[in-house]
């Protein structure tokens, strides 16, 4: 089945380490996108990509790093910088151009 | 900077009372306007989207959105709400600021009562 797939759906850490998030798309979509989503605040854009070794500053990105190495696949690393990690991450893709954006299941982080 | 602002955060209907919800946007470029709604442990689903052609849209379970152009709005509407409607509703948008950035509204909260 075509989709978007999170990884994993939970994850916690200490305080002061790096983690990453994966996010798989195989809908061959070329535009990806990272939110953050807290109670009462919506979804902030962290990071977002429209073409493989590009991608542009969202909101909300100090503290976060991207890579976009291949067109499936844009993963996320929230870095010992980030002051409040412990939220919900969503992952997005669309296509260029109009198009819906379809999401992942998200992954909830939480950093102790 | 650009934004979408979603005027209420928490709205609480009985059934078979009609619906609306505001949003707008601040961005004087093209925009592709959608609405989302996030059902209780689900993923974000697409409601309705508008790119072009008439300003009001129909969606799924019988939402319709209307594109106010010199408002700068898009407002969610429902004649008549059900239980089912329960949920977080995202008004969001695409700007063309020479990428493809994909903007969120901070959601609003309806809750309705049987």
């Known amino acids: 089945d075509g989709g978007i797939t999170q990884s994993p759906k939970y994850l916690f850490r200490k305080e002061g380490q790096n983690v990453t998030l994966s996010c798989e798309q195989n809908?061959?979509?070329?535009?990806m996108y990272w939110y953050r989503q807290d109670p009462g605040q919506g979804l902030r854009l962290i990071y977002y990509?429209?073409?493989?070794?590009?991608?542009q500053k969202g909101d909300i990105a100090e503290g976060y790093s991207v890579s976009r190495e291949k067109k499936e696949s844009f993963p996320l690393t929230v870095t010992s910088a980030q002051k409040n990690p412990t939220a919900f991450y969503l992952c997005?893709?669309?296509?260029?151009?109009?198009?819906?954006?379809?999401f992942g299941q998200g992954t909830r982080l939480t950093v102790v | 900077a650009q934004s979408v602002s979603q005027h209420n955060h928490h709205v609480i209907l009985s059934e078979a009372a009609s619906l609306e919800l505001g949003c707008n946007y601040s961005?004087?470029?093209?925009?592709?306007l959608f609405w989302y709604v996030q059902y209780p442990g689900q993923h974000l689903q697409l409601l309705l989207k508008?790119?072009?052609?008439?300003?009001l849209v129909k969606g799924i379970k019988g939402f319709e959105a209307e594109f106010i152009k010199s408002k700068f709005s898009f407002n969610l509407r429902k004649p008549s709400v059900q239980w089912s409607d329960t949920a977080e509703y995202f008004c969001?948008?695409?700007?063309?600021?020479?990428?493809?950035?994909?903007?969120f509204g901070t959601g609003t909260r309806l809750l309705v009562s049987p």
């Open positions: 997005a893709s669309s296509s260029q151009g109009p198009g819906e954006a379809f």
């Open positions: 809908l061959n979509h070329d535009a």
């Open positions: 990509s429209q073409i493989v070794n590009d991608f």
């Open positions: 961005y004087g470029g093209t925009v592709n």
């Open positions: 508008y790119f072009s052609g008439d300003p």
């Open positions: 969001a948008v695409i700007l063309y600021t020479g990428f493809q950035k994909l903007v």
